[in-house]
Nanobody, 115 residues
């Protein structure tokens, strides 16, 4: 099993930046893909960015050029650097760990973009 803990959310003004952190523990060497997802009020959860164990990153079109997902190695946290934030980025952000069969989620961290 894998346990995930997110941190770094908060209130930020439009145009500002935040960095989210996801710390994984447990069977971390069985993780194939780590990712960030978000869920805004009244909307479905959506993919924000993923990164494979080999370091390949994938982004939703809505965040390309503004967000960066990174991870040094399997033992290190996964980060989501979010720049040029917009009110539309307001959501609860969840960390996900995808293994061959299982998928694990953190409890989420709230990001609010507002003036």
């Amino acid at each position: 099993q894998v346990q995930l803990v997110e941190s770094g959310g908060g209130l930020v003004q439009p145009g500002g930046s935040l960095r989210l952190t996801c710390v994984a523990s447990g069977s971390i060497f069985s993780i194939n893909v780590m990712g960030w997802y978000r869920q805004a009020p009244g909307k479905q959860r959506e993919l924000v960015a993923t990164i494979t164990s080999g370091g390949s990153a994938n982004y939703a079109d809505s965040v390309k050029g503004r967000f960066t997902i990174s991870r040094d190695n399997a033992k290190k946290p996964v980060y989501l650097q979010m720049n040029s934030l917009k009110p539309a980025d307001t959501a609860v952000y969840y960390c996900n760990a995808q293994m061959i069969v299982e998928s694990y989620w953190g409890k989420g961290t709230l990001v609010t973009v507002s003036s």
